[in-house]
């Protein structure tokens, strides 16, 4: 397993691939089983892995929680080198976003409502970010987890769009036993937070079933 910090890097190593497939799962890192699940079947279908570990400000709104966002690159390499990931993509910020940057990729109004509403500037930030790691690494087939289901339909109408070449591929939901979908971000609840956020999924299933009995 590679680690590699810089762009040149990255295509320098896809291009000893030759054009074999390249399975890529972006990822923000603090990765838990619903990431390895995505790395689980990039390994499946394809020749290559490469996994971009990258906290993107471009997605974080100014009051929102970029600097203590989680972060544990040591552990994350030891669960990546379990799973026999063949790249990590590691950036900096200025890498990403060298001085002068100033190019977005926008898809508009899908990412003005739900979340977008209180999050205004956030899927412009994931669209960018994203755009930009597949013309860097290239891959055949991208995968994302339907826990961000918006993120997920608004990535594929990027990529139906503007006619990229990569295959975006939708993955389950990993949950935890209480029913809780797994996510970095449920480090910060407390208990009774945590007691709180799990009648969402009780709450679904319920209304999943009503809906199914008529
Ligand atoms: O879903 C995430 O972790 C992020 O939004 C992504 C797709 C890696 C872009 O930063």
């Keep these: 397993m ?12 896809i291009r000893t691939y030759s054009g074999e497939s390249i399975g890529f799962v972006p990822t923000m ?5 619903g990431h390895l699940s995505l790395i689980r079947q990039s390994k499946k279908e394809n020749r290559h892995t490469v996994v971009s570990i990258f906290v993107n400000p471009t997605q974080f709104g100014p009051a929102e929680d970029y600097d203590k966002y989680p972060r544990d690159i ?22 990403m976003y060298p001085k002068g940057f100033c190019t977005y990729v926008d898809v508009v109004r899908m990412g003005s409502v739900l979340c977008g509403q209180s999050r205004p ?13 597949f013309n860097i690494i290239e891959p055949d087939i991208a995968y994302f987890g339907q826990k961000d289901a918006q993120q997920l339909i608004i990535l594929k109408k ?8 990569v295959l975006i591929k939708a993955m ?37 079933e009503q809906i199914r009995g008529g």
């Design 2 to 13: 590679k680690i590699v910090n810089l762009i040149k890097d990255v295509k320098e190593e």
């Design 158 to 165: 990027m990529v139906e769009d503007l006619n990229l070449k």
């Design 121 to 133: 500037t956030h899927f412009k930030g994931v669209t960018t970010v994203v755009i930009k790691l």
């Design 172 to 208: 389950p939901i990993v949950r935890d036993e209480d029913g809780l979908a797994l996510s970095s971000r449920n480090s910060y609840l407390s208990k009774a937070e945590r007691e709180a956020a799990c009648f969402l999924p009780t709450a679904l299933k319920k209304m999943q």
């Design 29 to 33: 890192g603090y990765l838990h089983e």
């Design 74 to 95: 040591k552990r994350d390499e030891r669960l990546m080198k379990e799973l026999d990931v063949d790249l990590i993509f590691y950036p900096n910020t200025e890498e």
